[in-house]
C-alpha cells in the first residue's frame, strides 16, 4: 500500500450479486473493502466475475443485488460520468479525429474547467507520462505504448480519486508490458491513488499489487497480498492459478495440530500443512512450489521428507535448471532450482531422491 495510505474503508462492496439472466449469478455475494491509496489487483479466468466486478464499480454494469460504496457514499444510483472514476482499457479508446491534448482536455471540458487550466492539467499529466512532447500529435501516429500511456493520463488528468484499469497492457509485447507494470504501480503509489486492476495474467498481477482477489466462479477464492498468496494458498484453485505448482493426490491418515500425515495414491506416506482438511480419511491434494523441493542430497535439510523420482526431463533456462520427474506417479512434477556452479546436471532416465519440508507442503481440498 502507498505510505501514508489510510486503513479506512474507501471502496466497498457489501454482499453485492449479479445476474444477466435471473438465474445464474456472475457474482456471488461478494464482499470487499480497499483503503485509500491501495493498488488491488482482481486476478482470474474468463469467466470468473472479476470485470463484472469492475464495470459494476464504474457504473456501466448494475449490481443485481448489494450495495457498492465509494468515500462512504452508496453510489449504486449515481451515473458513471459522475462517480469521478478514470478508466484505463485495453483498448485505449483514445478519440482518434483529436490530437493527443485534445483527448487528455475532453474530460476536463466536461467537467466545465477553464481553458488556462485545462492546459496546465493537460501538460502535468503529459510529462507525468513522459509524453509531454507528443501533445499535437494523433493517436493514430504513436505506437501502442505510447498509445497507451496516453489512455493512462487522460485517466489521471482530473486527478480521480480512483482509477479502474481493465486489462490495460494485454496488446502490448512482454518487454514493453514489464517496464509499463512498474511504470503504472510506481505512479499509483507516487500520487497516492486508489486503483483497481483487471487482469488473467498472474505474473502481473503479483508484481504489481499491493493485495489480489483471485476470483473464480463469481467468488473471491483468496485475497492476500502478493508473497501471502503465493506462499500460503488457502485452496487446490489458488496453488494452480498463481504460479508454477506440484499436487499429489492422497488420503489424510493423521492429524495433529499444526501438522497431518498423507498417504499418497502410491503409498507413500509424508507429513504436510493441514490448510483446509479437516478429518482423517478425507482424499487430499498435497500443493508443493517447484523452487522448494531440492535433489542434493549434500543441501538437503535433515528434515526433509525424501521421496524416490525418475527424471524425465532436464532443461536448461539460463538462470535456472528446470527439471519434470516422475514423482508418486505424477509425470508432471517439476523442480526447478538455480544454475550454480554446483548443481548438479540430471540425465533423463536417472532415478534420484528429492526432498522437501513439511512446512512448505500444504494440505488443501482434492476438488
Known sequence: MADGASNEAFVEFERVQKSYDGESLVVKDLNLTMPK???????????????????????FE??????IRLGGVSINDIPPHKRG???????YALFPHMTIAENLAFPLEVRKMGKAEQEEKVKRALDMVEMGRFGGRRPAQLSGGQQQRVALARALVFEPELVLMDEPLGALDKQLREKMQFEITHLAHQLGITTVYVTHDQTEALTMSDRVAVFDDGRIQQLAPPDKLYEEPENSFVAQFIGENNTLEGVVKEIKGNTCVVQLDGGEVIDAVPVNVSEVGERTRVSIRPERVEYNRDRLHADAHTLKAEVLEFIYMGDIFRTRLRVAGNDEFIIKTRNAPDQVRLTPGTEIEIGWLAEDCRALDAS
Open 37 to 59: 491509496g491501495e493498488f488491488l489487483t482482481m486476478l482470474g479466468p474468463s469467466g470468473s466475475g472479476k470485470t463484472t466486478c469492475l464495470m459494476m464499480l464504474a457504473g
Open 62 to 67: 448494475t449490481a443485481t443485488h448489494g450495495d
Open 85 to 91: 472514476i478514470g478508466m484505463v482499457f485495453q483498448n
